[in-house]
């Protein structure tokens, strides 16, 4: 069965909470399933503008396992950010209360006028990488760009890692989570706890 890796995010409302019911309510979901969850990481917004306020984002990386091709994939991902209150406005970089990416699907390529794989400047960004190297097996290939551990460490040369902070510590969400579809509607965290990467 192919694995992928989706990238979750978001910067309106509660957002630990809202990461947390997403990773639950995919494994959830028919013909997938959540089989690892990385860390939550704290990062500024990307915006267009300079004097731009924005939220910071909170972000993680789930893989999962799944019997859906990549096209159908991402359209149960953008149903579930609706579900989550996501609207589409085709503004670049808007706040958002979800924000799920196909980041990786097995070591395939695609390119197609609604998705491209892996996700377009996956090389380029910390919030990225670091969760994906959290719960990736050793020597996972990002087609196109090389081994994930080399895209790691040119952030890490070029100082991206220092702007991203981790958000309390590396775990996989337990199994019973998975079972209650209540259990982040009473307030379920992760119990914060900043630590600055390097």
Excluded: K
Aim: proline letters at 8%; charged letters at 20%; a positive charge.
């Amino acid at each position: 069965m192919p694995t992928a890796y989706i990238g979750l995010g978001a910067n309106l409302g509660a957002v630990e909470q809202t990461i947390a019911r997403a990773v639950a309510a995919l494994d959830r979901m028919p013909d997938i399933a959540v089989t690892g969850c990385s860390s939550l990481y704290r990062s500024a917004a990307m915006v267009l503008s300079p004097t731009e306020r924005q939220p910071d984002y909170i972000n993680a990386v789930a893989r999962l396992d799944t019997s859906l091709a990549p096209m159908p994939l991402l359209r149960r991902l953008q149903s579930l950010e609706r579900r989550f209150g996501r609207l589409r406005t085709g503004r670049r970089w808007a706040a958002r209360r979800l924000d799920l990416d196909l980041l990786l699907y097995d070591r395939q390529r695609v390119s197609l006028p609604r998705l491209t794989v892996p996700h377009p400047g996956i090389a380029e960004r910390a919030f990225v990488l670091l969760p994906l190297a959290e719960i990736a097996p050793e020597g996972l290939i990002v087609p196109g760009h090389g081994p994930l551990d080399a895209l790691r460490e040119r952030l890490t040369d070029r100082g991206f890692n220092s702007q991203v902070q981790q958000v309390g510590q590396s775990r996989r969400i337990p199994d019973w989570v998975f079972c209650i579809p209540s259990i982040f509607e009473v307030g379920y965290s992760v119990s914060p706890r900043s630590v600055r990467l390097v």
